[in-house]
């Protein structure tokens, strides 16, 4: 009976602690890492939500521009932190492909991180040269199959979204496209412009002024549904690949054993910023949709897209130091 009533005050002790913490966070402003340079779109859409995420929070929450290692640095950063909810990291698709690139992180990506929100849901677009001769993926499928290995595609750099989300069509296709790496989406967007490569899978900001012109064609955009940033292009699974889907996500996470009702609080200061009209309008013209989704199914997405991009990467052998 005492030990019963031991448990259940420990219990009780340990709920109130809870609750003084959910009552009292945060009382100092909150630093949100970016663990990419300053001006990318990563940072672009931090920025976005943090305004709201300050008011709704009642202090200030600071972007902190932790670039390099291909986002390891920043992302150690928060994983060392304290887990009380004032250190986080904001996270894209390539938080989940990097423990298929990296033998030896310096940390776990799904031990050591708990999901806070996904705030933002981006669309990769398929874009080709018109000198490649198709407008959509069906048609691309059938020319790759007619000339294996002689149809190139760009991508942003090895290992990244833009060039995992080509081998995934690739695999999925059952066809084989030659890749060629660029440092940078721009400079592959101006090979693709010059028809030195034939095809691009381009974000929709570095795309979209290119297809208005008309001097780059839309195969379809990437993700499951069609994106509101280009309402009138198919996805790739309407057009020639069905099953197809590929999310160049945002979102945050916070360090392991951060307590869920300071977690609680941190997601509905997202909800309020990914609620605001004008937010949801300036995420869009990133090519960026807003999301809402609980920190369980934000979670569930990093884990399935871990195991994921873990089978797309393994046959490729990609090594990164």
């Given at each position: 009976m005492k030990r019963n009533h031991r448990c259940w005050a420990a219990a009780l002790l340990g709920a109130l602690a809870l609750q003084a913490v959910a009552e009292t966070f945060p009382s100092r402003p909150v630093r949100m890492v970016v663990p990419y340079p300053a001006g990318g779109a990563n940072d672009i859409v931090s920025r976005l939500v943090s305004p709201t995420m300050s008011r709704e929070l009642g202090q200030n929450?600071?972007?902190d521009n932790r670039g390099g290692g291909n986002t390891l640095i920043g992302s150690e950063i928060v994983a060392r932190a304290a887990p009380n909810g004032y250190t986080l990291l904001v996270v894209a698709a390539g938080h989940a492909i990097n423990p298929a690139l990296y033998p030896k992180l310096p940390f776990d990506t799904q031990?050591?991180?708990?999901?806070v929100a996904q705030f933002g849901d981006g669309a990769y677009v398929f874009v080709a040269h018109p000198g490649a001769g198709v407008s959509n993926s069906s048609e691309l499928i059938a020319l790759a199959k007619a000339k294996p290995g002689l149809v190139s595609y760009a991508s942003s750099s090895t290992g990244n979204l833009t060039h995992l989300a080509a081998e995934l069509f690739n695999s999925m296709a059952g066809i084989k496209?030659?890749?060629?790496p660029y440092k940078g989406g721009n400079p592959a967007m101006a090979d693709l412009l010059a028809g030195r490569v034939q095809v691009f899978f381009s974000t929709v900001a570095v795309a979209r002024p290119h297809l208005q012109s008309g001097k780059?064609?839309?195969?379809?955009?990437?993700t499951a549904k069609r994106t509101p940033a280009l309402p009138a292009l198919p996805t790739i699974s309407e057009s020639?690949?069905?099953g197809y889907?590929?999310?160049g996500w945002y979102g945050l996470v916070a360090p392991r054993g951060t307590p869920k009702p300071v977690i609680d609080r941190l997601h509905v200061a997202v909800l309020a910023a990914v609620r605001q009209p004008e937010t949801r309008e300036?995420?869009?013209g990133a090519g960026?949709?807003?999301?809402?989704?609980?920190?369980a199914e934000f979670g569930r997405l990093i884990d399935g897209d871990i195991a994921k991009w873990a089978k797309v990467a393994k046959p490729l052998n990609i090594v990164m130091d």
């Amino acid at each position: 009976m005492k030990r019963n009533h031991r448990c259940w005050a420990a219990a009780l002790l340990g709920a109130l602690a809870l609750q003084a913490v959910a009552e009292t966070f945060p009382s100092r402003p909150v630093r949100m890492v970016v663990p990419y340079p300053a001006g990318g779109a990563n940072d672009i859409v931090s920025r976005l939500v943090s305004p709201t995420m300050s008011r709704e929070l009642g202090q200030n929450v600071i972007v902190d521009n932790r670039g390099g290692g291909n986002t390891l640095i920043g992302s150690e950063i928060v994983a060392r932190a304290a887990p009380n909810g004032y250190t986080l990291l904001v996270v894209a698709a390539g938080h989940a492909i990097n423990p298929a690139l990296y033998p030896k992180l310096p940390f776990d990506t799904q031990r050591d991180f708990v999901p806070v929100a996904q705030f933002g849901d981006g669309a990769y677009v398929f874009v080709a040269h018109p000198g490649a001769g198709v407008s959509n993926s069906s048609e691309l499928i059938a020319l790759a199959k007619a000339k294996p290995g002689l149809v190139s595609y760009a991508s942003s750099s090895t290992g990244n979204l833009t060039h995992l989300a080509a081998e995934l069509f690739n695999s999925m296709a059952g066809i084989k496209m030659l890749h060629v790496p660029y440092k940078g989406g721009n400079p592959a967007m101006a090979d693709l412009l010059a028809g030195r490569v034939q095809v691009f899978f381009s974000t929709v900001a570095v795309a979209r002024p290119h297809l208005q012109s008309g001097k780059i064609r839309g195969l379809g955009v990437t993700t499951a549904k069609r994106t509101p940033a280009l309402p009138a292009l198919p996805t790739i699974s309407e057009s020639g690949l069905p099953g197809y889907a590929v999310s160049g996500w945002y979102g945050l996470v916070a360090p392991r054993g951060t307590p869920k009702p300071v977690i609680d609080r941190l997601h509905v200061a997202v909800l309020a910023a990914v609620r605001q009209p004008e937010t949801r309008e300036r995420l869009l013209g990133a090519g960026v949709e807003a999301t809402e989704v609980s920190p369980a199914e934000f979670g569930r997405l990093i884990d399935g897209d871990i195991a994921k991009w873990a089978k797309v990467a393994k046959p490729l052998n990609i090594v990164m130091d």
